[in-house]
Nanobody
């Protein structure tokens, strides 16, 4: 497994921005598809965005498309989530995750929770109205 540590969460007003970072260690980062998930109180953990191993292909859930940007720097073993135009519905604990296979190669991404096997501890994002 790969170890993941998120940072960058906090309290922001509606319309504001935050940038989350997730530092990975323990395995070859570029072998892993990465994702950002979020979980609000009383709700399931759902995917927000995913990025292919080489960073060329990305996926966004419809509710954040055009507002959030996922990116990665394989030289720094880090994946980012830039969040703009935040609204109170974006409030949640945000988790980064690495796929459970770590096989490398390919240009695709996963979007289903069971395909991710390593998780960070989460970072709280709170958007006030």
């Amino acid at each position: 497994q790969v170890q993941l540590v998120e940072s960058g969460g906090g309290l922001v007003q509606a319309g504001g921005s935050l940038r989350l970072s997730c530092a990975a260690s323990g395995r070859t980062f570029s072998n892993y598809i990465m994702g950002w998930f979020r979980q609000a109180p009383g709700k399931e953990r759902d995917i927000v965005a995913a990025i292919s191993r080489n960073g060329r292909n990305t996926y966004y859930v419809r509710s954040v498309n055009g507002r959030f940007t996922i990116s990665r720097d394989n030289a720094k073993n880090t994946v980012y989530l830039q969040m703009n135009s935040l609204n109170p519905e974006d409030s949640a604990i945000y988790y980064c995750a690495a796929d459970r296979y770590g096989t490398g190669g390919g240009d695709g991404y996963y979007t289903r929770t069971p395909d991710f096997g390593s998780w960070g501890q989460g970072t709280q994002v709170t958007v006030s109205s």
